[in-house]
């Protein structure tokens, strides 16, 4: 069965494409608070790829660290895209189910960045201390919709179920 897509690519450069692609392709110094999807091409080898996203910041990996990065980035005004491999941002804590969060167990040393997701699993109805141990613990179902809301919030761009690879930085 012959299938319309509106690339004439093969399947093999269209795996290639999409990670090259997704990680913003061609870096730019703009202000725009948005990755912007774009409709150029540039030269890759011998061949021309379609550049979608223009890009200040790349974040590959959309775990709590990555994830973390992309909002703060975002929030600081840099255009970014996040290039997640799975389904759901958290890393293992969402699509694993490790709980829990490790803290670093210093008085007062959450992040601002801490600090609001906790806010926000309270907000949620969960506590993230259970008045036993000094772990944060979560419901990665309302993690991850907190992730995916923090990231609309700050013009993050995601990238589900993508694979890196390779980076161009002009």
């Not at 897509?5 to 990670?19: A, N």
């Not at 692609?21 to 890759?44: I, W």
């Not at 840099?78 to 799975?86: D, P, Q």
């Not at 293992?92 to 210093?106: E, K, S, W």
Request: proline residues 5%; hydrophobic residues 40%; contains cysteine.
């Amino acid at each position: 069965m012959k299938k319309n897509f509106p690339i004439s690519v093969s399947r093999r450069d269209f795996v290639k494409l999409t990670g090259l692609a997704a990680v913003g392709l061609v870096m730019d110094n703009g202000n725009l608070p948005k990755a912007e999807a774009k409709t150029s091409d540039m030269a890759y080898g011998e061949k021309k790829l379609p550049v979608l996203y223009d890009v200040d910041v790349c974040v590959v990996g959309g775990g709590p660290s990555g994830t973390a990065a992309a909002v703060n980035a975002a929030k600081k005004g840099a255009k970014t895209v996040l290039v997640e491999r799975g389904v759901a941002l958290g890393g293992l804590a969402i699509l694993g189910c490790v709980y829990p969060f490790m803290d670093t167990h210093a008085p007062d040393s959450d992040t601002p960045y801490v600090a609001e997701v906790k806010a926000r699993l309270r907000k949620h109805g969960i506590e993230p201390y259970d008045g036993v141990t000094q772990q944060t613990w979560h419901n990665p179902e309302t993690l991850a919709l907190i992730y995916d809301e923090m990231c609309a919030e700050a013009n993050v761009e995601i990238l589900y179920q993508t694979v890196l690879v390779d980076t161009i930085k002009t």
